[in-house]
Structure formats: C-alpha cells, structure tokens
C-alpha cells in the first residue's frame, strides 16, 4: 500500500514538528520529518530496507526502526537533530527475520524506551541512556512465547514507563515501572 503515515502520539512534539514514514511507488518505506513551517526532509538509516520513526522528542532527536538490508533484523536507530544516524541493538535481541529492537519513544532528556523481539519472539522491554548504555527488563509476570512478554511504550522525565505485559494465557496487564533507567 502507497501513501503517508504519520505516527500517532509521540510523533508529534511541542514546538510542531512530526515524524512518520511513507512507503514509495516500489514499496520501500522512508522516514521523514515535517517542521512546523511545512518543510519535509526524507531520511533513511544506512542500510536501511525500510525505515519506521516513532518519536520525536523537544530537542528534534527521532528514535525508530529500520530493518536492515543485509539481515532482514530490525535495528533501533537515533537520528540526532544534524541528522547523524546511530544504531542500536538491545541485549538478548533476535537476529532473524521479524526479530530486533523496536524503540517506542524518547524523551526530552534523549532516553529510549521500547522492546526487542527474541528468537522466539517473545517481547523483552528496554531502556536506552545517552551515553548509549541498554538496559533490558521483563515483569515477572509476564509469558516467554510469541507475543508474549514486556512492551515498553513511555517514559517520562522522572523515568517512569508505562507499557503492557502479555502473560502465557495472553491476557494483557499494564504496567508502571517506576525505578529509573
């Protein structure tokens, strides 16, 4: 399917600015980044198959997905406000197709949040900090086969995340992880 996307909730931030993805006439999807004023740059992590943004935070800082070209693993990227791309994969990540690290969001002070998919694609959430250091977690209560774990899905500034557990019955628990990253 051709056309735009734009990301819903943090894909918006406080002065204006919006992130989504587009999939072009060939069926590759692109990121992009819509400023207030209306102007649109089109950006693609190297070696990207196709690119997924999922936040933008006050500061211009994007976080998202991309799969990779030679891998078909979804990585987590960070495209700084200059543009300059850093990738991340989240410890015990799977390395197959439909596997990796999926970041949720990002907050104003530059941390990460999201999940990673493992080879049995179970979720496993994450922290990412600054300097680059991840953290992962799992609730106790949550189940370990497909579809099945932690999903990080928010952070505030005090380090808070929010997000759902699935347990092995696949009945779904939110939950509020109030230690910091």
């Known amino acids: 399917m051709q056309g735009t996307f734009p990301c819903i909730a943090t894909g918006l931030n406080d002065v204006g600015a919006t992130v989504g993805n587009y999939t072009d006439s060939s069926g590759m999807n692109h990121g992009f980044v819509r400023a207030r004023d209306g102007s649109i740059a089109i950006f693609d992590p190297p070696d990207s198959a196709g690119t997924y ?87 106790t209560a949550g189940g370990t086969g497909s579809s099945q774990g932690t999903n990080a899905f928010g952070i505030n500034l005090t380090g808070e995340i929010i997000g759902v557990v699935i347990d092995s019955n696949g009945s779904s628990h939110g939950f509020l992880r109030t230690s910091g990253p």
Request: net charge negative; glycine share 16%; aromatic share 12%.
């Open 53 to 139: 943004p999922s936040s933008i935070n006050l500061e211009g800082a994007i976080t998202g997905t991309y799969v990779g070209t030679t891998d078909g693993v979804d990585h987590g990227f960070l495209r700084a406000p200059d543009g300059r791309f850093t990738r991340f994969d989240a410890p015990g990540a799977g390395t197959g197709q439909f596997q990796g690290t999926i970041p949720s969001t990002i907050n104003a002070f530059g941390v990460i949040v999201g999940y990673t998919l493992d080879a049995n694609l179970a979720w496993h959430g994450f922290v990412r900090v600054p300097d680059g250091r991840i953290t992962t977690f799992a609730s």
